[in-house]
């Protein structure tokens, strides 16, 4: 699958590179090559940061129905333990 960003976040992750490159490098990037470098990572990298999210969220969701049958548990056949009047020989 693969990543795909919203125009909107490809143009602010271009300036994010840019704006990166500008204040730590020795040369700045301009636009097309910031873009060709996302590019790059988002094919090499990013499935790997995609898949750990998706592991990272199955352990969570696992954890989660582990703990579903003391979170919701109900007591059966209970009514009558709640409903009853003690018998003279319990007062």
Known sequence: MAIELT???RAQ???SI????????DEPIGNVAAGGLLAFLLEEIGPSIYNKGV???QERLQARVTELD???H??????WRKH???SKTER
Do not use: N, T
């Open 7 to 9: 125009k909107e976040d």
């Open 13 to 15: 992750a271009i300036a």
């Open 84 to 86: 009853s009047k003690p």
């Open 74 to 79: 109900e007591a059966e056949f209970a009514y």
């Open 18 to 25: 840019e704006r990166y490159f500008r204040e730590h490098m």
């Open 70 to 72: 003391f979170e919701v």
């Open 55 to 57: 592991a990272d969220a």
